[in-house]
């Protein structure tokens, strides 16, 4: 009797230039050896730059290849694009390489839509790359939100003794306020309490942090946000049911005492999530999409063009990332 | 052959309606069992108050009581106010303990700029109830630099593992970007650098936070404030021949090898460095106000309203404060 085929996993090389390229070697070999017993991943990249980086390493060149993501039956290597990345330096931003980041993440996703992968798991892409080659997302997030035609969704950044969810996340800091709204927030907060339900198999006590200094101290600093804006996104969340407590001053929600008390915190806007997960989780984060109809999670930090191919990029927070979808539930309709 | 008298410092006891009084009460047993052996603490509170909460926590009610701060040669009570304070009850905001709050710093000042202490030290009060006093304040900062009338000043927070300094405090989320310009952010990077290398006694490395997410990615984000702002400022800053870096992405400021490698981080708002040192520091940090003519510090924490005169706050945060100025060159000028 055959055990059932692992579901699949589509991971996207990212940015050729950055780490992306040597975090899927390394990716290789920890499948090779056994490390991933609860899915197969597969990476959509450029088999010609992984030779280049290997060689440059001293990693062994030889890899499994697919012709077509549903043909893999173990770890294997899907070569999407190579076109003009011949030219291609570590470090450097550039169009080829932004293009080739896209196309990576767009054939993903058409396996994805078709069944051929269980979940995507995506190498960080540089933005400037990304938009030079006429791509115009702000990252990740939106890219995927908007082809897997998700009709809400958030980014989380999840390790197990912190998570964090995003109201707004790659916008200007002065655009934040005018993103906010009940009903944005309300989105946040059910997305959030869904994911962590999952991963947590029990219902999770979410914060959610409010804006302004110590927030906003009953509307002595800034606009009232926190009473017209997300007291009653709060209100209603709790209204339906979960668990949420807020608005509290951000930096009142990560202390020791509140991060033993709270399985997560919503918050309004990227720094004031990505700085505590940073600080406590940097290498072992893993970002999700929520929302999406497959799970979506990468890495949680940037192509790291100063050390790119150098052999000197933590796989950890890659690792973490191909993990973790089969913790969410997604992952429980299989590839075929 | 006696040794010259050690210097005063004024101690405000803070909202009475919170943890300060049940805070004096701590640090003048402290003292009295010799604890700070470079400074002579005098609260500046309200005897009648301080002997309500002692004899609710059944703590000793003899204090050595002062008529006039310069008269003290030991620890002791300066008993600045009382009127109105036979209502005030623990955790309620009042205009009568906002005033009482008020006083004790006026009273400190008048003090500090006759030269009959040293440096002050100021314990939380509530912002609400000092606006309700009809002292519009936004906080202890902005008091304290208008009435010693500093030039220019910044708050800081510093314990030795984390210490920030703040181009802005306590606004509005949204007034930030309006309050941001090279002289405002050179005049932190000024501030910053003197103290750090009087309390280092080295030239300190420091940091300089963007505003935007990942610093604006180049503009992508954001209205360019870190091109058009901060990085002149810390050009400028370099010239001046103060070590500093920046601006670099807010969460990537304080990860554990950035702290590491530098002993200051320069921060655009409130929440950017509060968030990072309640996280690291929280009851051991101490709030410095820079710029001003004598040393002037603040517990790191809140009134505590919810746990105030039940004998639960921790004093670590005052005790940093109390023994963080003699570390400022301004200690040097002793008081008569």
């Given at each position: 009797m055959n055990s059932p085929p692992l579901p699949r996993l589509a991971v996207t090389m990212g940015d050729p230039a950055g780490v992306g390229p040597e975090l899927c070697l390394r990716l290789l070999a920890a499948a090779e050896a056994g490390e991933f017993t609860d899915c197969l991943p597969v990476v959509f990249g450029s088999i010609a730059v992984l030779e280049r980086v290997a060689d440059r390493l001293g990693l062994p060149r030889r890899f499994p290849l697919?012709?077509?993501?549903?043909?893999?039956?173990?770890?294997?290597?899907?070569?999407?694009c190579g076109d003009g990345l011949e030219a291609i330096k570590p470090g450097l931003v550039s169009p080829a390489a932004g293009e080739a980041a896209y196309q990576y993440c767009d054939r993903a996703i058409a396996a994805a839509l078709a069944g051929s992968v269980a979940g995507i798991v995506t190498a960080p892409l540089n933005k400037e790359a990304l938009q030079a080659a006429?791509?115009?997302?702000?990252g990740h997030t939106e890219l995927f939100a908007e082809r897997l035609a998700a009709e809400r969704s958030c980014m989380m950044q999840y390790a197990d003794d912190i998570a964090c969810s995003f109201?707004?996340?790659?916008?200007?800091?002065?655009e934040v306020p005018g993103l906010l709204s009940p009903a944005r927030i309300g989105e946040v907060l059910d997305l959030t309490d869904a994911a962590l339900r999952r991963i947590r198999g029990r219902a999770p006590r979410l914060l959610v942090c409010g804006l302004n200094p110590h927030a906003g101290e009953h509307s002595l600093f800034g606009g009232g946000e926190e009473e017209r804006l997300i007291a009653p996104a709060v209100a209603a969340a709790v209204a339906r049911g979960i668990d949420a407590t807020g608005p509290v001053p951000g930096d009142t929600a990560f202390t020791p005492r509140a991060r033993r008390e709270y399985d997560g915190v919503v918050c309004m806007y990227h720094d004031q999530g990505h700085i505590p997960v940073k600080m406590i989780a940097f290498d072992r984060a893993v970002n999700i999409t929520l929302g999406l109809p497959v799970p979506r999670t990468s890495v949680d930090h940037g192509t790291a063009f100063d050390i790119a191919w150098q052999g000197l990029a933590d796989p950890g927070s890659l690792f973490a990332a191909v993990r973790l979808p089969a913790r969410l539930a997604g992952l429980a309709v299989k590839a075929p």
């Open positions: 697919v012709a077509e993501p549903a043909a893999a039956t173990a770890a294997a290597v899907y070569d999407v006429g791509h115009h997302y702000p109201v707004t996340t790659h916008v200007g800091y002065a």
